[in-house]
């Protein structure tokens, strides 16, 4: 199984697999129909607060993932929920901010592949 992390604003790919959506909030200017998501999985995207608080400022980065990791530890129902998502195949996490190497599905890819080991 692959992880891909991808903008949601660009046209969905066959490589793509499953196309789960992991931002809170539904992305501005994307058409459900035409987004091509398979889920949207809200609840694993980090809490409004600690969005604000990050603001894609990359010299928060690190401080952003261990906070993020911390609320995902927190909440295993939403990990659980995005697992049973993944259902073991190829799948694109999407996401909509700008920065495509300092956003919430590059830190929640990391969060995966570091807690493969205790999958269901």
């Avoid at 990050?54 to 995902?72: M, N, Q, T």
């Amino acid at each position: 199984m692959g992880i891909h992390v991808r903008r949601v604003y660009e046209p969905p790919s066959r490589a793509d697999g499953v196309r789960i959506l992991v931002d809170r909030l539904w992305p501005r200017g994307v058409a459900k129909s035409k987004a091509g998501v398979d889920h949207w999985v809200k609840a694993v995207a980090p809490s409004d607060g600690l969005r604000r608080w990050f603001g894609h400022e990359p010299g928060k980065w690190d401080g952003f993932r261990e906070r993020y990791f911390a609320e995902l530890d927190a909440n295993p129902a939403a990990v659980a929920e995005l697992r049973q998502a993944l259902g073991g195949e190829t799948a694109t996490l999407l996401f909509a901010a700008r920065d495509e190497r300092h956003n919430n599905a590059v830190a929640l890819r990391e969060y995966l592949d570091k807690h493969r080991s205790t999958r269901a």
